[in-house]
């Protein structure tokens, strides 16, 4: 199916010149027998219907046929209109959690993350050093994503996936020092 599609609007033609076929459309999450009910699955002989369909998770949908003479076409779409790309500020923390400086915010300017499966990026930006004023300052580093714009309206959710055994160590999420 397509990547970011929201719902698709699939035209079902019945061929047959005399006979009334049924034909449904559903996501693959949906759990209705559409099919026991004429009312909704009952396509009259050459004639057409459009249906608009959400897709499940996986961007895919079912249907379900009585007859050969029954086709679906697909006919529009919509996409999310949304660009999303990571980012990391890193600010030092007093012990009781009150921030004592922000040393570095919005500093990774990242590919915009695309598609649905996991994608491995490594980062590197220029640390600005830090004196250390009370030893029990701790330093919290914000991976976060963000919409760098929004044209649709939609909300999505991304996943990170930190220190991940299944990646080798040098991909896995760490500060080093790099030499200049």
């Not at 459309?25 to 959400?54: C, G």
């Not at 993350?113 to 300052?137: E, H, K, L, M, N």
Request: proline share 3%.
């Amino acid at each position: 199916m397509l990547v970011g599609a929201t719902w698709v609007v699939v035209e079902m033609v019945n061929t047959a010149a005399a006979v009334a076929h049924n034909g449904v459309l559903r996501s693959k999450e949906d759990t209705i027998d559409y099919m026991s009910n004429p009312n909704f699955a009952e396509i009259y002989n050459a004639t057409h219907r459009w249906q608009v369909v959400k897709p499940n998770s996986s961007q895919e949908i079912q249907g379900r046929i009585s007859d050969t003479d029954v086709d679906f076409k697909l006919m529009g779409y919509n996409l999310i209109d949304i660009d999303v790309a990571a980012n990391i500020d890193v600010i030092v923390h007093k012990a009781d959690d009150t921030i004592r400086t922000t040393l570095l915010t919005n500093v990774v300017d990242t590919a915009q993350i695309t598609g649905s499966s996991w994608q491995t990026s490594t980062i590197t930006f220029a640390f600005p050093g830090y004196t250390v004023v009370d030893a029990t300052d701790y330093l919290e580093i914000d991976l976060y994503a963000e919409a760098t714009s929004n044209n649709s309206g939609e909300a999505v959710s991304v996943d990170f996936r930190i220190d991940d055994p299944a990646l080798p160590v040098a991909d896995q999420m760490r500060l080093a020092e790099v030499a200049s």
